[in-house]
């Protein structure tokens, strides 16, 4: 006998009009360490979602801590956010949340900056808003982590001279949404 799935209330649904496009607008990170104490995510009705009671960049920066935002070109065709739930027969379950960005030029400061976000071991938490709209909290669980820093000086003219981050993670459940309000009160 299978786990019974109470289909009342949920909604997947089409609407016309619905901004579907691809891409990430905004991404910032933060130490997974540093979110642990401030329970953001409120789990009432079941059913766990984002909840800021007070600003989360503001009690980071109280605790000497900050919000990473990376800046990057949101068209640059490469940068993107995916969330592969795999569900097995035999009742295991796993979420990867893979994040890809891509950085203009190999300048120092650059290199520097992803040197340090791929230290082995660390837990990285991103927030991010992707082209559509939708905002996400990623990594919260159990935390992500540099996969890979790739440069590249490009070997034509129109080749790009980039870094590339992918950040990968995984975690039980899928993306935790962020609504409106709450991203307000985050950033």
Known sequence: MGCPVDFTGLSVSYACGT???GGL???YLADKAELDGL?????TGGVATFSVTTSVK????AASNDLLELGFNNKDGFSNFTDVKTVNADGSASAVPTIAMEFVRMDATKRNALE???LPGAEIVAFIETAAGTKHLVGYDFGMYAATVDGASGAARTDKNRYQLT???DENV???PIDDAE???LV
């Open 174 to 176: 899928l993306a935790y």
């Open 25 to 27: 607008k905004t991404v």
């Open 183 to 185: 991203w307000a009160k």
């Open 167 to 169: 950040l990968v993670g």
């Open 116 to 118: 340090e976000i791929a």
């Open 19 to 21: 901004i579907s496009s």
């Open 58 to 61: 503001a009690d980071l920066v």
């Open 39 to 43: 329970n953001i995510i409120d789990t």
